[in-house]
């Protein structure tokens, strides 16, 4: 099945850190530009970083912008979000998705254009 993998979510207290991973699962992660998504119940699914294919560019939502941070590793087999500094706004399910080239997309970070979902990782902030 060609899809993204996420792993690493869980539940922490207001303040906390986890890193997420996305990996995947029968194509290349190192060709695409690779964006993570978030979703909270009664909620649009929501953009909330990229980073282009050779790592030289990367996008954050102005909500997360200096707690989280989007990397990849040296082989391009993950793509990491750092997350710092929780607070209960960002709990939701977590998505990482390819986008259908190696660039980020300009501007505001939508659904459109990306490919290869995952089934997503479940981060909840506790206050």
């Known amino acids: 099945q060609v899809q993204a993998v996420e792993s690493g979510g869980g539940s922490v207290q207001s303040g906390g850190s986890l890193r997420l991973s996305c990996t995947a699962s029968g194509f290349a992660l190192g060709v695409y530009a690779i964006a993570w998504f978030r979703q909270s119940p009664g909620k649009e699914r929501e953009g909330v970083s990229c980073?282009?294919?050779?790592?030289?560019?990367?996008y954050l939502a102005d909500s997360v912008k200096g707690r989280f941070f989007i990397s990849r590793d040296s082989a391009k087999a993950f793509v990491y979000l750092q997350m710092s500094s929780l607070k209960p706004e960002d709990s939701g399910r977590y998505y990482c998705a390819a986008y259908r080239g190696p660039y980020c997309p300009s501007g505001a970070l939508t659904t459109y254009g990306m490919d290869y979902w995952g089934e997503g990782t479940l981060v909840t902030v506790s206050s």
């Open positions: 980073i282009n294919a050779d790592d030289d560019s990367s």
